[in-house]
């Protein structure tokens, strides 16, 4: 629940500091004192976005602290999901500088603003006035039946499926898109696909039939210089090897005459052999290339054809040709058993769709069930407001198909008069009614969730009187189970409160004051009367205050 409150230079508040109870906390005041502007800056801290009128002096910063007791709701996995220290009383700071620029803070460590939103939803619920208007709204509708019926985790697992159902009909419909657009391209693939079968592509031959070509088309320059090679390494008595081996023998039998002969003669012998094995190559390369017109005609048409083929597929390697080739073939494929992959997806889709609308199926029977409980809680709680005759009823319809939280469409159907028959709430029900109904549904809401504080700004609005004081009664009956706060223009509401704090404007700027008993007699006797305050308005307000046990 919310501790303290401290807003500093936030729209007209200079600085407000107030400290609430644990129960039923009333706030009163004037229209335009600033009520509004205090549930602003709550919800600044819980995580609204900013507004250029935040800051009311732009030299310095705005800064909204409140100080939470969140032991016994439960929150330590979301604080430990969220990478923050879990502490009983938890601290929320948030900062908004000058340049407009955002900081928020949980127990002084930097968080985005989704995370003070997640936290601020597990503490506050915010009732403002135009939230009456909430009951045409049919989220707001299955919403609250299934926090009442309590399957809200069930809605969760079933969107799980519904939205994996989604998905999977929406990846059928591009499968069939795509298969629709490469049916329309099938004969075309089957062309290309045999034009790169009958090309036999591999890996490499381009480089190698290159090479051969060029030895091809230079086979007679090639063989004559071979050849001359040979002539000049073997020809009698004039070859170089004969002469060299003339000069090596001669070197080697001068003996110790002439030591150094020995030495160049071993350097000729290696010399002679390295020509030797040249001579040797020259001979098998020379015997080995020939130049053969059928053999270059054939390599020629197959680098011509092979470059060709890159040039119309705009590619310029070899491997980038045959990558193209593998892609075709699997496009064609895809084609040949793209049946079987759309079966097997319309197959998933009806498994999905299977599983969806059986926990639908379970998810209605709960809604059905505590259909019956708030129709007749609700109804309840509408005599002792004083419409005796109302008749309010929770209506769980089947929708016909299944929508992202079930296949139910929900009506809460309302009549003021047990003649009429009941028809939607948000048609038939005026101002007072609305708030009567919101305020019971408000009631079992915050029974059911378990929220440490519910704000309502206003709710009795439409009412008065006698119908006032029973709003005031259900009211300060709900905060002896959670904390309350009530922002009122009823006297008899203001007077159930625990405490009571009262909005006023004062040099142009917010202020906020908590009252004792003498200052509540005679805020809740102006709430009577109005500005001239009455000695009958002063005892009327004694009497709600001493009635109140207050």
């Known amino acids: 629940m919310l501790r303290r409150l401290t807003v500093e230079n936030y729209a007209l508040i ?38 250029s009128g935040t800051i009311g ?41 000058p340049a407009g620029k955002s900081r928020a803070f949980v127990n002084d460590v930097p968080v985005q603003l989704a995370v003070l939103r997640e936290l601020g939803a597990h503490l506050i619920d915010i009732h403002s006035q135009h939230q009456n208007q909430i009951l045409a709204d049919e989220a707001f509708r299955v919403r609250s039946l299934d926090t009442l019926a309590g399957s809200s985790e069930q809605v969760a697992a079933y969107a799980g499926v519904f939205g994996a159902m989604r998905a999977a009909e929406r990846e059928l419909q591009r499968m069939e898109s795509e298969a629709e657009a490469m049916r329309r391209d099938e004969e075309w693939l089957r062309y290309q696909v045999a034009e790169f079968e009958a090309a036999q592509l591999r890996d490499g031959e381009l480089a190698e039939a290159e090479g051969e070509l060029s030895v091809l088309e230079n086979a007679d320059r090639i063989i004559e210089a071979l050849t001359s090679l040979r002539n000049a390494l073997d020809a009698d008595q004039i070859g170089v090897l004969e002469q060299l081996a003339v000069a090596e023998n001669t070197l080697a039998h001068l003996g110790d005459s002439y030591p150094r002969g020995a030495e ?52 310029s390697t070899l491997g980038e040709l045959m990558a ?33 609308s059986e926990r639908a199926s379970r998810i209605r029977r709960m809604r059905e069930e505590a259909s019956l409980r708030v129709s007749a809680g609700v109804a309840a709680m509408l005599v002792k407001l004083g419409m005796p005759e109302a008749r309010f009823e929770v209506v769980v319809e089947d929708a016909g198909e299944l929508l992202p939280t079930g296949g139910d469409r929900i009506r809460f159907m309302f009549t003021a008069n047990g003649r009429m028959a009941p028809q939607p709430v ?3 029900a005026s101002g007072g009614e609305t708030s009567r109904v919101m305020l019971a549904l408000k009631a079992m809401l915050a029974e059911r969730s378990k929220l440490p504080t519910i704000i309502f700004d206003e709710i009795d609005t439409g009412v008065s009187g006698r119908i006032a004081d029973a709003m005031g009664e259900i009211i300060s009956s709900l905060a002896e189970r959670m904390q309350v706060v009530d ?6 509401v203001a ?9 006023y404007k004062e040099q142009g700027r917010t202020n906020i004051g908590r009252l004792d008993r003498e200052h509540r007699v005679h805020e809740i006797a102006k709430m009577l009367s109005g500005s001239t305050i009455t000695d009958a308005a002063l005892s009327q307000a004694s009497i709600l205050l001493g009635g109140a046990g207050r």
Not at 85 to 92: F, G, L, M, P, R
């Open 426 to 428: 948000e048609r038939v």
């Open 487 to 492: 922002i009122t223009h009823l006297p008899q």
């Open 57 to 97: 002096d732009t030299s310095r910063s705005c800064v909204i602290e409140g100080i939470f007791d969140v032991a016994g709701y439960g929150l330590e996995e979301l604080f430990e999901r969220n990478d923050l220290d879990y502490e009983a009383q938890t601290v929320i700071r948030r900062m908004i500088s």
């Open 264 to 315: 160049m003669a071993a350097r000729l012998h290696s010399v002679v052999s390295e020509l030797k094995d040249i001579g040797a190559s020259a001979a098998d390369e020379s015997d080995r290339i020939e130049a053969d017109p059928e053999r270059l005609q054939r390599l020629t048409d197959r680098v011509n054809m092979i470059y060709s083929m890159c040039q119309k597929h705009r590619v």
């Open 324 to 356: 193209v080739g593998d892609d075709l073939a699997a496009r064609l494929n895809l084609i040949q058993h793209g049946d079987e992959a759309l079966a097997a997806q319309r197959v998933k889709i009806e498994t999905l769709r299977r599983e969806a």
């Open 14 to 51: 200079e600085r407000l500091d107030m400290e609430l109870d644990q129960h039923l906390n009333i706030i009163t005041g004037e229209t335009g004192a600033g009520k509004s502007i205090l549930l602003g800056a709550l919800g600044l801290l819980l995580g609204n976005k900013n507004d």
């Open 495 to 503: 007077s159930k409160g625990d405490t009571h704090f009262v909005v």
